[in-house]
């Protein structure tokens, strides 16, 4: 259950050996982009850090509809082409930005390929190489309006008659303003879309002015990050930003490899929070600081007040990643310039869709020039299909969170009481639950994610055995999830890791929708191991 960001999809391989059998040349492998922006970006990555000499040949090859065929939205797509020895640069590209296209888009487009439906931009048609038509998986079909396929059959509902319970193509745009809709806290129970369509639009998220105009959608939570960052850079002065707290992998390494740097305060405490307002106040400026709410894995929450009043002292903006927290646990928005969310994790919960969420603050004092910069720069590069399963997905978010935030408590508790264990993370017994509280909505809980700690490495390992839960790295599922976390997101810098206080034995535990009492009764199963 590895992240799809960090290999690539076999329909996404298979779609770039089809490419590359057109149009590679010797040597090449190629990664594949939503739009030309993206794979320009991709493009400018790998010839930046490259250490080859001569630099490297990295093409950029755009694939559109051809003539005389039904232009579809996004079912074009481009290609990066570069020399192999370059593919671990490229790589770190695909996975920082969280921009290359989805395994259903790569599917569509394989089968446009296949069809002799897409040609290289700029290669007039008749030239243009039309591949043998493969397989007949998709119907030539327009993913928001609907049209008779190429044989004359009606593919207007092909998503809903592939998969059931989907809202038909058609219905895509209603979908995503539906999604939009849940994201900006207009919908605080669960509904159908025609209900949520229904709804009139009075703001959320406890900001005056605030609507679903304010929620953009991005195909994975990291692309919401990077390209949050890379909004900032562009629409202020571009400086060095401020990680606070032990992040998530990739948050750091965006900030470090892409713009001027970032100062990094790993251990996100009061102390840091002082030595960065002593660099503020001899002279030094940063652009934004970037915290999670609360943060990954050791689930401590940042002190975002006293962060608000540094920010509106010394002009900076402050952009939260409120995944684990989300807004119906937490409100966070009226204390950031910009919120981020993985939409990939607990609001769809079904481990099938991935799908991030950027947020501004109309309140912010940047407002009006992020909002302008967005007018023009913004791309909606979440796919047709994928937008359909998160809008399925999401539909009874409100009571799956009322669930998993109970679970949670129990399994905390029974976790605490335990002496072969030497800590349990959680933000209800975390230090810093002050923070959270100040933060935490009316009828909110304490999120779905903890970590535990032991005093020796061999009582982790036999407890991760025992466990009898899903395995996996990922987080938010449907159902409970347990994860070494430190061995596999740190390997290679365990050490590192360990001055931030993850612990090489951690353990993180995404807990699910199982009954109450059976969870806990698992987790008891599991620890009875450690008494043998």
Known sequence: MLPPRFFIHKSIQKLCASILSLHGRPGEVCMLFPTISTATRCRNFIKARSLSTPPPCVRVIELIPRLGQDATISSGLCAVLFPADEFKIAKQFWQHSGDGVSSRRAEFCQQELDNGLLREKGIPDEVAVRPAKGPKRYSRVSVDKGHVGTEGTDTSRFVEERFGRNLGVEFVANAKLAVRRRIAGTLRSNVAPSDALALKDEGGRDVPGFTEEDVYLFPSGMSAIFNSHRLLLEALEPRKSVCYGFPYIDTLKILEKFGPGCHFYGHGSAEDLDDLEAKLTSGERVMALFCEFPGNPLLASPDLQRIRKLADQYDFAVIVDETLGNPLNVHVLPLADMVASSLTKVFSGDSNVMGGSMVLNPKSRYYATLKAKLATEYEDNLWAEDA?????????????????????????????????????????????????????????????????????????????????????????????????????????????AAKYGVESNLVRVSIGLEETVGLVQTFAKALRVLET
């Open 388 to 496: 359909l399963f998160l809008e399925r997905n999401s539909r009874d978010f409100v009571s799956r969170i009322e669930r998993i935030n109970a679970n949670a408590e129990a399994v905390c508790e029974l976790l605490l009481q335990h002496p072969k264990i030497k800590r349990v993370y959680y933000p209800k017994n975390s230090p810093t639950r002050a923070f959270y509280d100040a933060c935490r909505c009316t009828d909110g809980g304490y999120g779905g994610l903890l970590s535990v700690t032991f005093y020796s490495m061999e009582d982790a390992i036999r407890f991760f055995d025992a466990v009898e839960t899903a395995k996996g790295p990922s987080l938010g599922t449907n159902f409970t999830l347990t994860s070494p976390y430190a061995i596999l997101a740190h390997y290679g810098e365990l050490e590192w």
